[in-house]
């Protein structure tokens, strides 16, 4: 189904295709399916809109992603009507939704889209808009096995695209011809069709066509049990879709390779295809996502975060309205007192409550400027680094540099992550101190823990010249925690550990058993730089945003502290400058 939807995506070549001389080259790739004599002269906003909409969604369906296809296409649909008179615009949108019925092996549902879509382009009299709509119902009915009816629209589809002197167009005709013989299990017939649509499209210089007609001719000699003549049609596609170097008719040539060289017996290079076709695929969706990271995905999550933090501040600022309040009730009693002679103890406990909330406000103002000033410091790097790499961006997407282009998008990425981690410890150790952690104790593996942090972090440490070891415990080792919260305090241990650690140090994790208290100690111990014993004196105190300027851990270390003894457990940290950090975790065992 996915060959027949990229041979249904090969037939909106047929509008500009005309009768291009052969030496004139091929237009751009973004106006091969969406011809320039539609897109040009529909300068509008809305036009440009509905045009850019389409090509997202004709994205979507070479990566089959038909939910976003459909999407894009019932939007763009619903534009062009708008604009309340027929138009070409309005007829490609309908040739989405047909492709994505088609695609969703729905051929049922997109036969009636098809009707109206040729129905548009005879309105339109546009002999090219009506060649395509006859191929669209032709291998629409092809899908729903009414083939007498399929091999009348598709010799009518022939026959315009003569008319019109289009070679590109008569032998996409016939390559749809070829599949509806196929269908039928007809496959001298078949395979006499795609011979036809190779001859005709070696005519003409785009060699769109040609691949196509290769790639016909090798499934039906596939079918025939002509192994070699298969595999050679099979390779000649190939070489040309690597010399055009468009990434879709790759797809196109990579999606049919693989059924190919299996009905030839070849089946390490049919596995091979696969492999290779699956990258592709991947590609093509990793290119999409990329381009969209940049501009939406990354600044709607930091935005919702800081929103979070704003709701937080707000909260800090009525608790200190509230306080001030109470220091007003307090000095107004103290007036009623001072009148009252026998109110002066109650006046002097009052005064006395009133200093220490003072000072409690004080040392909290005080905390929260530190707390401020560390999470400020910490997503300064990552967000300062944005503009930057913006302007690489551009300057790399001028030069057409792919590799350092690509180089880029990952380091964007690496940096909104990292801000967003930074962020995700600050609301937790936040809801911490409001009392919104829910703790939801269950027996857990120990080794199922460190192999999902090891197997988290082994690759940034390997890209950084980094040993991660991992250290299993000898038979079934279970505690009684949290699972989220125990992978939470594990994340940060290590990343704190590869953070500082330098190239060529080892990070050990691992569990042990202490039957004498019957608890389960996690470890996470590097060769790193290690805590001076004034900053090891520091974390073991009270105020968080002191335990956060530790080795410039930010919240990580609170935070583990925080979710250990939130689970009645403890954190220790064992460490000589110099000489690394050994950081247990002990928690209940199950």
Known sequence: MVVRILFLLLIGLLAGAGARAADVPPPPKDTAVFPREYTARDTTAAGRAIWSLLRRADRAITRSDYPEATALGQRALLLARRRGSPSAAEVYALRSLALVAGGRSQAGHGLPIAREMLAVAEALHDDRLTVMGYDYVGNLLVEVGQFDEAERWLQKSRAGARRQGS?????????????????????????????????????????????????????????????????????????????????????????????????????????????????????????????????????????????????????????????????????????????????????????????????????????????????????????????????????????????????LLTEMRDASQQVARLLDNLLQWAAGQHGELTMRPEPLDAAELLREVAALYLPTAQAAGKKLLLHLPDGQLRLLADRQMTRAVLR?????????????????????????????????????????????????GQNPAAQAEVRGTGLGLPLCRLLTERQGGRLLLESESGQGLRAVVVLPAA
Do not use: C
């Not at 190939?238 to 017996?265: C, H, I, S, T």
């Not at 406000?361 to 005080?366: D, K, V, Y």
């Not at 990070?507 to 900053?535: C, K, M, S, W, Y």
């Open 167 to 407: 070679a590109g167009a008569e032998s996409v005709a016939l390559v749809n011809l070829a599949f509806n013989q196929y269908y039928q299990k007809k496959y001298p017939q078949a395979l006499t069709y795609a011979e036809e649509a190779l001859r005709v499209a070696l005519t003409q210089a785009d060699s769109t066509y040609i691949i196509n007609g290769y790639n016909a001719r090798a499934t039906m000699r596939s079918a025939l049990h002509d192994g070699y003549g298969a595999v050679a049609d099979a390779e000649t596609a190939l070489r040309l879709a690597v010399a055009k170097g468009d990434a879709e008719d790759l797809l196109f040539v990579r999606n049919a390779l693989p059924d190919v060289y299996e009905q030839a017996g070849r089946l390490r290079d049919a596995l091979e295809a696969e492999r290779y076709r699956a990258d592709l695929v991947d590609s093509l969706d990793s290119r999409e996502v990329d381009r969209r990271l940049a501009d939406l995905t990354a600044q709607y999550r930091l935005e919702a975060r800081t929103d979070s933090i704003r709701r937080l501040s707000q909260e800090t600022r009525i608790a200190q309205l509230e306080v001030a309040r109470a220091q007003t009730r307090t000095w107004l009693l103290f007036g009623g007192l001072v009148v009252v002679m026998i109110g002066g103890g109650v006046f002097w406990l009052q005064l006395r409550r009133l200093r220490r909330t003072q000072a409690a406000l004080a040392a909290a103002t005080r905390t929260k400027d530190r707390l401020y000033s560390v999470v400020a410091h910490d997503l300064r790097s990552p967000i300062a680094s944005f503009p930057g790499l913006l302007d690489l961006l551009r300057t790399y997407r001028h030069q057409a540099d792919s590799d350092d282009f690509d180089g």
């Open 492 to 540: 940060n241990l290590s990343d704190n550990a590869l953070k500082y650690l330098p190239a060529g140090g080892v990070v050990r994790i691992g569990a042990e058993a202490d039957a004498a208290t019957n608890t389960v100690r996690l470890f996470v111990h590097d060769n790193g730089p290690g805590l001076t014993g004034a900053q090891l004196a520091r974390f073991t």
